[in-house]
C-alpha cells in the first residue's frame, strides 16, 4: 500500500506570493494533520483534520489555512509568504483521532522563500 | 505547558555499538510516545510507538522504553550500523489537544564504519 504522499516535493515562491501544498493519506485513513520543520528543529503543528472538520489549530498565523476533502485528501495553502515560511512541511495521516494512533508522515514539500 | 527535551544533540560513535538515545518530557499525563527516524531532506519515519501503560516497546535492534513518573524514555539501538545514521525524534500528544504531537528537537546520529 503507498504510504502518505504529497506534492510538491520542492517549491519555490518569492515573498507575497501565496502557495498551496498537497497530501494524500494513506488508504482508509481518516486523519490528516500538518507540520512545519525549520532547518533543526522539531516538527511544529499547524493544523489537524478529521472527517473534513478542522480539529486543531497550532499557534500559526491566519494567512495559513487549510482543507479535507470528502476523498480525505487535504491540501495546506499559505497567503502571503514571508521569508521566515521557509521550511519543510510534513503531512501525516492516522486512522482515526484516538490518541492510541500512531501517526504516518510523508516526506515533505520543501517551501524555500526568495 | 508541555516539553520535550532530546540529548544529546549530536552523536557519532563506531559501527558496532551499542546506544541509547533520550528524550525528556515536563508533563507525565501522556497516552504514547512515539520514535520517528529521519533521513535528511527527508519525512519522518514511524520507529516505535509506546502506549502509556507499557513499559517498552521492540522491533528488531531497537528497544524503546518509558517511564512515565520520571518523564523519561530511551531508545536503545544494539549493534549500530552506518545504515543507521539519521536523525531520531521522539514526539508525544498534547495533554490538553492530543490531535497535536510536540517534538523534541532530535538526536542526529552518524555511524562511521
Known amino acids: 500500500d503507498a504510504g502518505v504522499t504529497q506534492s510538491p516535493t520542492h517549491l519555490i515562491k518569492t515573498r507575497g506570493q501565496q502557495v498551496t501544498l498537497r497530501c494524500s493519506p494513506i488508504?482508509?485513513?481518516?486523519?490528516v494533520s500538518w507540520y512545519q520543520q525549520v532547518l533543526g528543529q522539531g516538527p511544529q503543528f499547524i493544523f489537524q483534520y478529521y472527517e473534513k472538520e478542522e480539529r486543531g489549530r497550532g499557534n500559526f498565523p491566519d494567512r495559513f489555512s487549510a482543507r479535507q476533502f470528502p476523498n480525505y485528501s487535504s491540501e495546506l495553502n499559505v497567503n502571503a509568504l514571508l521569508l521566515g515560511d521557509s521550511a519543510l512541511y510534513l503531512c501525516?495521516?492516522?486512522?482515526?483521532?484516538?490518541?492510541?494512533?500512531?501517526?504516518?508522515f510523508g516526506d515533505g514539500t520543501r517551501l524555500s522563500i526568495l | 505547558k508541555q516539553e520535550v527535551t532530546q540529548i544529546p544533540a549530536a552523536l557519532s560513535v563506531p559501527e558496532g555499538e551499542n546506544l541509547v538515545l533520550n528524550c525528556s518530557f515536563t508533563d507525565s499525563a501522556i497516552y504514547n510516545l512515539q520514535w520517528f527516524r529521519q533521513d535528511p531532506g527527508k519525512g519522518l519515519t514511524s520507529l516505535l510507538l509506546?502506549?502509556?501503560?507499557?513499559r517498552e516497546q521492540t522491533s528488531g535492534r531497537l528497544n524503546a522504553s518509558l517511564d512515565k513518573s520520571s518523564g523519561r524514555s530511551t531508545l536503545y539501538i544494539a549493534a549500530s550500523q552506518p545504515g543507521d545514521s539519521a536523525t531520531y525524534l521522539c514526539a508525544v500528544p498534547d495533554p490538553y489537544n492530543t490531535d497535536k504531537l510536540i517534538f523534541g528537537t532530535g538526536t542526529r546520529l552518524q555511524v562511521f564504519p
Open positions: 509506546i502506549q502509556s501503560s507499557q
Open positions: 501525516a495521516s492516522s486512522l482515526t483521532v484516538q490518541s492510541n494512533q500512531p501517526q504516518h
Open positions: 488508504s482508509g485513513h481518516k486523519s
